[in-house]
């Protein structure tokens, strides 16, 4: 017989489908999404020489007149290779304003154009004719800070941050300050929710684990449906339910507690966003609730009253302590879910009920600045890992009861 | 006169509104004494000690502890003493905690918690164990704490279901001697629940032998066991051969019976007349067997089916009509009779042996052990 790989090493190679998923699926983007939030080249491969040159400027006034030439050069020949929008996008990113500066400018040297400036003396002449913005130091400070293919732009912006034109990191101006704020909403937003999930989710638990089999098994169902349906219909339907001329809404003006021109505003803003979430998470609560509740005999109850506990005292020391695993996993699995929730705060939260991961998505589609979207997101997985660890610091991960 | 500890006035309980899990229990229960209710699994024994316990409303009836109703009380302020048949110690303390607990709702100092929960745990024999979890501990040591903790806020009735089902039957055994020792120590009235019926003969003072929610019978283990007055009690404490039977005559408390294989006389329980039909239950170890059989009043002829050499007995299995399952039990002592399986034999009782009882639908005839 031959000799055969050893039956452990066979194993684990039993192991290799996995492990290549993981990778592909996990590993994968997840250090791309990092490397996106500290590194980008783009204009450093578009502008090479003009960045060899920048690097010798000693980043006062303007740069010398090769710096003009190369650049110059450099511009036209990214028109031609139809790269110049993507550089200009990142440099405008850094100094707003200079998109437009960027993109004319070889338009304006026109076609054909030689080794000398056209209609100038000198190169520096020529682009200032173009723009202005040519012959400033803050221009310049832009292009190379853009050329700069390691940056820690992305991160600092996310925690609205600056560097200063002396290079110290200061605080943004107020009114530019919106990711902080956002962070902090999202963190209120999630731990509100996680809290509402426990206070509605804990009795509906309770109710499924000790009620007779027929009634767990319909409240098990109730509280399944939900997972079942689209995400999308769901909203939607939270949508029908709470807008201005919505079911709710024409029912309390119908009873006459609120008047017809005065109704509540309950959808596309923080109401929304609240009430939608709330909903759509609850299953994540009750559940592992569910589950540890299921495990605790009746008799725990009537041990206690036996002893000479009421209800209450019953409750408090000898329930809700054999819950609290059930409790942890409930709340760490929600809190998480929300932390990250985009689509239900994207339709129904309006413009005060955004969240980060809205933000993120925007950065994503719609701005296209890939770096900062990285960035926040992030600082997210941060923000989640740190609650994690803390969380088996406190409590013990090995306590957490999913089912 | 001084009321009963514990008295059950006829009561009723349905869980569904239909059938009744316990039909018209009267019950009364002394002051210190050790009360079994014995009978198979379903005849009601939990449901009665948890209505008594306040888990459970009666339908209907009065239940009374120290002649006042306890139907307003909630459990919690009964102050009973309960071990759950699979003792639903908290996991999530510790047993010192398990058995301070009652003693912290009742608000007792910490130095007199402390005490009691020590002394509680001498009585026990688990001293030093205050810090270990439950799940640390044997099945053994567990009944231990849930005696202990049912034990330490001192009430004066303690109820126990069951608490020795689950361990083995060495451990059994140790734990029935422990809590009849308990039991002596400090003079509570226990009403234990059991399907044992062994475990019953043993422990109780006297034994409630359940059915289907009635009481068949409530006397002493010895009572019980001599004195049957029931088939089903007759069969279910200890073996018993049992015959169906006619009266053909009486006399005062004694009667005739045709049981079909010969008339014998026996003890009637019941009051019978001519004609009425009985179960006879005769003990196997008050038969004798030929050459034996000829001492006795009442003698049937029998065929040895099998013979089996137990050790300080014979055991000997007949046909006796068409009962193929009548054990007699022949003692190992100098001169003992012989018998071989096929041989036809002559078996013989004395009259006072043989109990004429009430007749049974759905128990037959043989030697059936529960
Ligand atoms: N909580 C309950 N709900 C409905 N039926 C019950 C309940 N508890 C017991 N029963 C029924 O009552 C009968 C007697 O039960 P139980 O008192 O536990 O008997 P035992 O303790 O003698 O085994 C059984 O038929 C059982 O199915
Ligand atoms: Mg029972």
Same mark, same amino acid.
């Given at each position: ?76 020949? *990214? ?85 200063? *034109?002396?290079?110290?990191? @200061? ?233 | ?5 514990? +008295? ?176 002596? +120590? ?169 109990? @004429? ?14």
């Amino acid at each position: 017989m031959k000799v055969g790989l050893s039956p452990r090493l066979r194993a684990a190679g039993l192991t290799v489908p996995l492990i290549a998923f993981i990778a592909v699926t996990f590993i994968a983007p997840l250090g791309t999404l990092l490397t996106r939030s500290v590194y980008d080249a783009e204009v450093a491969e578009i502008l090479p020489r003009t960045m060899a040159v920048l690097a010798d400027w000693d980043t006062s006034g303007t740069p010398s007149e090769a710096a003009y030439a190369t650049i110059a050069m450099e511009l036209l020949r *990214a028109r031609d290779e139809r790269t110049l929008g993507r550089a200009a996008t990142r440099i405008n990113r850094i100094e707003s304003g200079l998109r437009s500066v960027v993109v004319k400018t070889p338009r304006r040297l026109g076609r054909d154009v030689g080794t000398e400036p056209p209609g100038a003396e000198t190169w520096r002449d020529a682009l200032v004719a173009i723009d202005e913005a040519w012959g400033e130091n803050a221009t310049w400070r832009a292009i190379r800070e853009a050329g700069q293919p390691f940056t820690s732009r992305h991160f600092l912006n996310a925690v609205d941050l600056e560097t200063r *034109a002396d290079g110290s990191i @200061a605080a943004m101006p107020e009114s530019r300050r919106i990711y902080v704020p956002l962070y902090l909403r999202t963190l209120w937003v999630s731990l509100g929710v996680t809290a509402l999930c426990l206070v509605i989710g804990y009795p509906i638990a309770h109710a499924i684990a000790h009620a007779g089999s027929r009634w767990s098994t319909t409240l098990l169902v109730l509280v399944l449906v939900p997972f079942w349906t689209s995400l999308l219909v769901r909203t939607t339907a939270w949508i029908v339910l709470l807008q201005n001329q919505g079911v709710v809404n024409d029912i309390l003006v119908a009873l006459g507690i609120v008047a017809d021109d005065g109704r509540l505003a309950m959808i596309y803003n923080m109401t929304g966003t609240f009430v939608a979430m709330t909903h759509v998470l609850l299953p994540f609560m009750v559940l592992p609730l569910y589950s540890v509740m299921r495990s605790i005999p009746t008799r725990h109850m009537d041990a206690a009253a036996s002893l000479g506990a009421t209800p209450m005292q019953a409750f408090r020391r000898v329930y809700w302590p054999q819950t609290l695993p059930g409790v942890g996993a409930g709340s760490l699995l929600v809190f998480i879910l929300a932390i990250g929730y985009y689509i239900t705060p994207a339709l129904v939260g309006g413009q005060s009920g955004q969240l980060i991961s809205n933000m993120i998505a925007y950065h994503m589609q719609t701005s296209l600045n890939w770096g900062l979207a990285a960035a926040l997101a992030a600082i997210l997985l941060l923000a989640v890992i740190g609650l994690y660890v803390l969380y088996d610091r406190v409590v013990g991960i090995d306590r957490m009861r999913l089912g | 006169m001084k009321a009963p500890h514990v +008295e059950y006035r006829n009561v009723r309980k349905s869980y569904d509104g239909r059938t009744l899990v316990v039909e018209d229990l009267n019950l009364a229960v002394e002051k210190g004494e050790f009360l079994t209710l014995l009978g198979p699994s379903g005849s009601g024994k939990t449901t009665c000690l948890m209505m008594l316990a306040g888990f459970e409303q009666a339908t209907s009836g009065a239940i009374l502890v120290n002649g006042e109703s306890v139907h307003d009380l909630p459990p919690d302020k009964r102050n009973i003493g309960v071990v759950f048949q699979n003792y639903a110690l908290f996991p999530h303390m510790t047993v010192g905690g398990n058995l301070a607990f009652p003693l912290e709702v009742r608000r007792l100092r910490a130095s007199e918690r402390a005490e009691r929960v020590a002394r509680a745990l001498r009585l026990v024999q688990l001293e030093g164990f205050e810090a270990r979890r439950p799940g640390e501990l044997s099945g053994g040591q567990q009944q231990r704490v849930a005696i202990a903790r049912a034990l330490v806020f001192e009430p004066e009735l303690v109820l126990m279901d069951e608490p020795l089902g689950a361990l083995d039957r060495r451990l059994r055994e140790e734990m029935q001697f422990e809590i009849r020792r308990i039991h002596r +120590e400090l003079g509570v009235t226990i009403i234990y629940v059991t399907h044992d019926q062994q475990e019953a003969m043993v422990m109780s003072d006297r034994v409630a032998v359940f059915r289907n929610g009635r009481i068949e019978q409530i006397a002493t283990p010895e009572t019980l066991y001599e004195e049957p007055e029931r088939a089903f009690v007759a069969q279910f404490i200890g073996e018993n051969n049992l015959l169906g039977a006619s009266v053909t005559a009486t006399d005062g408390d004694i009667c005739d019976v045709d049981t079909g294989s010969g008339v014998v006389r026996a003890f009637d329980v019941q009051g019978s007349a001519v004609g009425d039909d009985v179960i006879l239950a005769i003990r196997p170890e008050r038969i004798g067997v030929e050459p034996d059989s000829g001492q006795y009043a009442n003698v049937l002829t029998a065929t040895a089916l099998d013979v089996v050499f137990i050790g300080d007995h014979l055991r000997v299995r007949l046909r006796v009509g068409d009962n193929e399952d009548f054990i007699a039990k022949i003692p190992n002592i100098v001169g003992h009779g012989t018998v071989l399986p096929g041989d036809n034999v002559r078996i013989g009782w004395a009259t006072l042996d043989g109990r @004429a009882l009430p007749p049974d639908p759905s128990i037959s005839q043989g030697d059936i052990e529960p």
